[in-house]
């Protein structure tokens, strides 16, 4: 039965990738039927990958063209079919991630808790409206003791301006803990280390790593915050090829997004940690 399942899935993921089809795969990912969900695993990454399963390097040039909507985070996942409810073992709050990504965690996380390590997701897809509200609130606080510049470089330490934030995906998860010195130590540490070890080989990957090391630009080092590269890689590429400055508006101080000391797309947006070349290998 699992296997009639199995190609009736790919048929309709390779074939189609219809509104029907996605909402068959999404009661798949919410049913309780992990076997079959490991089963489709592979054609999973075959449709979000563009049949370049065989490349090396996830930029695949089938990948089909991202809604700049979608990119920017002005979507409903909630009603969105591409979008699932994390499974209550996960997370004790109603978080959203896509689908794929949602399949290759609860394949990560079967294989941490084998190593009695509990991955738990703290958060998931936030729209731009969630963002906005995070952003106006911490601007408000803000901007009564600082300048404008000032303001946005404070909130910038750990959110992401609305329009810019790799949430908006349903790619990043932030596990565990919020804050850095919870994986220093203890449990926290021997959760940090399996991931290090483990999480390219389910396409998760640690985005702001330590600055001094790698010495990107943006956000502050974050243990906690692993995005799925097959998928996220594609949106950033996107991102930088469609979407300008004056699509990031509509909230305070979006003017100064591309002031020459934010330039947000490049030093923020573009400022990750770039050694994934292990977790592009998952996808040979
Ligand atoms: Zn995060």
Redesign the pocket.
């Known amino acids: 039965m699992s296997k009639l399942i199995v190609c009736f899935l790919s048929i309709c993921l390779i074939s189609c990738n219809s509104e029907n089809d996605t909402k068959i795969l999404r009661k798949a990912v919410q049913s309780s039927d992990l076997q079959t969900l490991q089963n489709i695993d592979s054609l999973l990454q075959i449709a979000s990958l563009g049949n370049s399963t065989k490349s090396k390097v996830v930029k695949s040039v089938n990948f089909k063209k991202i809604d700049k909507n979608i990119l920017l985070g002005k979507l409903d996942y909630k009603k969105d079919s591409n979008f699932s409810i994390v499974n209550t073992k996960y997370s004790s709050k109603t978080i959203y991630l896509r689908n794929e990504v949602l399949l290759k965690f609860d394949e990560m996380y079967n294989a941490a808790l084998k190593d009695s390590i509990k991955l738990l997701i703290i958060?998931g897809t936030r729209s731009f409206n969630h963002q906005k509200h995070i952003w106006d609130r911490k601007w408000a606080k803000n901007i009564m003791k600082m300048d404008s510049i000032s303001t946005i470089k404070e909130i910038l330490k750990y959110s992401s301006m609305p329009s810019t934030s790799?949430?908006h995906w349903g790619t990043?998860?932030?596990l565990n803990n919020l804050q850095n010195s919870y994986f220093e130590k203890g449990e926290g540490k021997k959760i940090f280390d399996w991931l290090v070890k483990n999480a390219f080989k389910y396409g998760f990957h640690m985005t702001y790593d330590n600055q001094e090391e790698s010495k990107r630009t943006g956000y502050k080092m974050?243990k906690?915050?692993w995005s799925y590269m097959p998928i996220s890689e594609q949106y950033l590429l996107q991102f930088n090829q469609y979407i300008k400055y004056e699509d990031i508006c509509y909230f305070k101080g979006s003017k100064f997004a591309c002031h020459e000391d934010i330039d947000i797309i490049k030093n923020f947006v573009n400022g990750i940690n770039t050694d994934f070349k292990k977790t592009i290998n998952v996808t040979e």
Do not use: F, L
Request: charged share 45%; hydrophobic share 20%; aromatic share 12%.
């Open positions: 958060s790799r949430h990043d998860i932030d974050e906690w915050h």
